[in-house]
C-alpha cells in the first residue's frame, strides 16, 4: 500500500502521465487530419482522372 501512495509523489510517475497525454492529443490531432484528407484522395472516380493527376 504505501508503494502506490509513494508512486504518486515520485515526479516520474506524473511525467509519464503526461507524455502519454501529449502524444494522445498528437495522434488525435493527426487522425482529425486525415479524415479531411481522405476524401480527397479518392476523389478521382476514373482510371483516367487519375492519370492526368500523375
Not at 508512486?7 to 486525415?34: C, D, E, H, M, R
Request: zero cysteines; glycine letters at 2%; hydrophobic letters at 50%.
Amino acid at each position: 500500500m504505501s508503494a502506490v501512495i509513494m508512486s504518486q509523489y515520485n515526479p516520474t510517475y506524473w511525467l509519464s502521465g503526461f507524455v502519454k497525454v501529449i502524444i494522445a492529443t498528437i495522434s488525435l490531432i493527426t487522425a482529425v487530419k486525415l479524415v479531411y484528407l481522405v476524401p480527397q484522395a479518392l476523389a478521382f472516380s476514373s482510371p483516367t482522372q487519375l492519370e492526368q493527376a500523375n
